[in-house]
């Protein structure tokens, strides 16, 4: 391809015709002085010498014109077939993609579409504003930010509203490496993860219920052992860290059995609860409330000393005693015994804690039940005496 043609197809069709108008033009007026000037001065055989030359260059001119219009339709046509392609290929795409030039869609896919719930067409009409109308601003904010060329990458989670009014979430990263006519352009992917996110809220949430199942006694709605394990060495090593006390309580059912066989299993099962239930009444927000196991409980009371223990663990006590189990038209009356321990006196480590106040239980149980005794021994209740242990 000659200069001359690399030049002429480098114009587009509009040019092209513009510029054989603008050539017939100058050879008019070239002929109109030539013609002009043979009149005043040359011979007959000048004028048709100049009209020949005219003739051929005219010609000339208008084969290469002619090609350069081949030329530029070939490529028009190539590049319309290229853009064909690319956009079958883009609507395959498994995520949304769009392109946005300034406050308006330029392009956007079929999937993008499906995503939002409007047509392509709709969409093209649209500004980009629309779609994140009354939702999160985060779009706007960050579109914003690139299009004013503050930043060369975007990626954002942000809500959306569909056609039919439904609001999803979707995952937008961006860039805006390509400009058209000198404006940015935004290409951005779009993926809805609304499903996603419902999916691992879900999984979360029978996380959560799995954990509390794990840790919760299913009788009596109380933490069990092993939460008791995990969260007492926790609760001692923050009191050690804040130079606090901590005082541990066990509890257990007087008579239990015998509960059980005068009035059945079931019987025995609502007085655990009936328990618990006054436990956890009794409770701060702070305190540890567990079924250690069988009838016995456990209380953790963080900074809390032996000496207020003991009288939490004393009103506990009365409450019990005072409230009878209602079973099967039965009043039944229990009673509690308890043993009170508390760092660092009663023991330093979760083990000796433990032990200690077992030993202080077994202590008021042998002292007569329906009491609370400290490892300290410095507290003592008032009770019917009832040493059968
Ligand atoms: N209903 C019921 N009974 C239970 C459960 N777990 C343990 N027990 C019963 O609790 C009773 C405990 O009896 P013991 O260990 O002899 O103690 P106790 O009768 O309370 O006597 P003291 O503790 O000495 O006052 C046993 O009969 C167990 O079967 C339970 O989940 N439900």
Redesign the pocket.
């Known amino acids: 391809m000659s200069n001359s043609e690399a030049s002429l197809s480098a114009l587009d069709e509009q040019g092209l015709r513009a510029e054989i108008v603008r050539l017939n033009k100058v050879i008019q007026a070239l002929m109109d002085r030539a013609e002009r000037a043979g009149g005043s001065n040359g011979s007959d055989f000048d004028r048709f010498q100049t009209t020949v030359i005219w003739e051929e260059l005219v010609e000339r001119r208008t084969q290469e014109l002619a090609k350069a219009l081949r030329e530029n339709e070939k490529i028009n046509r190539a590049l319309r077939e290229a853009e064909q392609k690319f956009h079958s290929v883009l609507d395959q795409s498994l995520v949304g993609i769009t392109m946005m030039v300034e406050d308006s869609f330029h392009y956007v896919n079929l999937k993008f579409a499906g995503i939002i719930g409007y047509s392509v067409d709709e969409i093209l009409r649209m500004r980009p504003t629309d779609i994140a109308d009354g939702c999160d601003e985060s779009f706007v904010r960050e579109t914003t930010r690139l299009l004013a060329g503050e930043t060369e990458q975007i990626s954002f989670v942000t809500d959306a509203k569909r056609k039919d009014g439904q609001v999803i979430t979707v995952e937008v990263s961006g860039n805006s490496s390509v400009s058209i006519a000198g404006k940015r352009v935004l290409i951005a992917v779009w993926v809805d993860i609304t499903e996603r996110l419902r999916n691992e809220r879900a999984v979360q949430l029978l996380q959560e219920q799995l954990r509390e199942q794990a840790t919760r006694d299913p009788?009596t709605g109380l933490y069990n052992r092993l939460f008791l394990n995990e969260n007492l060495a926790r609760e001692l090593l923050q009191a050690k860290r804040l130079g606090q006390s901590i005082s541990v309580v066990m509890a257990?059912?007087?008579?239990?059995?015998?509960i059980?066989d005068r009035h059945g299993?079931l019987a025995?099962?609502e007085a655990?609860k009936h328990f618990a239930a006054i436990m956890k009444r009794y409770s701060r927000g702070s305190d540890i409330s567990c079924r250690y196991g069988?009838?016995e409980f456990f209380w953790v009371l963080p900074n809390t000393t032996e000496a207020t223990a003991y009288e939490r663990a004393n009103e506990l006590r009365m409450a019990i005693a005072a409230e009878s189990v209602f079973f099967n038209c039965a009043s039944i009356t229990i009673t509690a015994s308890f043993g009170v321990a508390a760092y660092p006196a009663g023991g330093m480590t979760c083990r000796e804690l433990i032990a200690s106040a077992d030993a202080a239980l077994y202590m008021a149980?042998y002292a007569g039940?329906n009491q609370v005794r400290c490892i300290s021994e410095c507290f003592t209740t008032e009770t019917g005496a009832d040493t059968s242990?």
Request: no cysteine; proline share 0%.
């Open positions: 009788l257990d059912l007087d008579h239990f059995k015998a059980n299993h025995g099962d655990l069988g009838e149980k039940r242990i």
